[in-house]
C-alpha cells in the first residue's frame, strides 16, 4: 500500500531534550516536505527536500534540521526543543511539479 | 506565507444539501490543490486544478477556477455525514515547491 509513514505519533517531551521525528514513504517520490498545523494558522511549511541531499526552508524553518540521505526518508530533528514547537506535525511527499501531496498521519508533539 | 483564504470559516447543513466554499489568493499559480482532513488525521487529496483549466469534476465535487479573480470554489453536492471534515485549499506558486495552505473551512453535515 502506497502510504507515509510518520513515528512517533504522539510524544510528551520536556523543553532542550533533543528529538527526531521519522518519515518514510514508500511510493518513490523525489519530493518531500515538513508541515505544522497549529489552530486557525493553517498547515505552514517548515522544509522541503526536493531530492537526495537537495533541501530548503520553508516559511516556518527556525528550531528545525533536516536530512535526506537516502529517497525514501526526510526526518526532522528538533535540536533543542521548545514550548513554541508544540504542534501537529505533518510530513508529505509527491512524485513531482503539478502533482498532489500524500501525507502522513501526522505527529502530535508536546514540549512542557 | 499563507497565500490561500478560505470562506466561510465554519459551514453547517443537513444531509442532502450541497456545500460550498471558497479560496482566494495573492499571487500566480501554477495550480490550486483541495484537501480534506478528518478531525486529526493526515489530509487527503481530493482535485488539483491547472492553472489554465476554469473546473474540474470528481463524484460529488466541483472544482472551479478564475485567475483573473484569484479565486477558487469547492462545491460538494448531495452531502453525507462522512463529508463532516475540514477542507483546505492549496496554491502551488511559480516555484512549484512552496505549497501554500489557508487556515481551512470545518464543515458540519447533520442528519
Known amino acids: 500500500e502506497a502510504q507515509v509513514t510518520q513515528n512517533p505519533r504522539y510524544l510528551i517531551t520536556v523543553t532542550g531534550k533533543k528529538l527526531t521525528v521519522t518519515c518514510s514513504q514508500n511510493m518513490n517520490h523525489e519530493y518531500m516536505s515538513w508541515y505544522r498545523q497549529d489552530p486557525g494558522l493553517g498547515l505552514r511549511q517548515i522544509y522541503y527536500?526536493?531530492?537526495?541531499?537537495?533541501?530548503d526552508k520553508g516559511d516556518v524553518p527556525e528550531g528545525y534540521k533536516v536530512s535526506r540521505k537516502e529517497k525514501r526518508n526526510f526526518p526532522l530533528i528538533l535540536e533543542s526543543p521548545s514550548p513554541n514547537q508544540t504542534s501537529l506535525y505533518f510530513c508529505?511527499?509527491?512524485?513531482?511539479?503539478?502533482?498532489?501531496?500524500?501525507f502522513g498521519d501526522g505527529t502530535r508533539l508536546s514540549i512542557l | 506565507s499563507q497565500q490561500g483564504e478560505e470562506d466561510p470559516q465554519a459551514l453547517s447543513i443537513q444531509e442532502g444539501e450541497n456545500a460550498t466554499m471558497n479560496c482566494s489568493y495573492k499571487?500566480?499559480?501554477?495550480?490550486l490543490q483541495w484537501y480534506r482532513q478528518n478531525s486529526g488525521r493526515g489530509l487527503v487529496h481530493l482535485i488539483l486544478i491547472r492553472s489554465n483549466e476554469r473546473e474540474k469534476h470528481s463524484g460529488r465535487l466541483r472544482v472551479t477556477l478564475d485567475t483573473s479573480k484569484k479565486s477558487s470554489s469547492l462545491l460538494i453536492t448531495a452531502s453525507r455525514a462522512a463529508d463532516t471534515a475540514s477542507y483546505f485549499c492549496a496554491t502551488d506558486p511559480q516555484n512549484d515547491y512552496k505549497l501554500s495552505f489557508g487556515a481551512g473551512t470545518t464543515v458540519t453535515v447533520r442528519a
Open positions: 499571487t500566480s499559480i501554477n495550480n
Open positions: 527536500s526536493m531530492n537526495v541531499e537537495v533541501t
Open positions: 508529505a511527499s509527491k512524485r513531482g511539479p503539478n502533482q498532489p501531496q500524500h
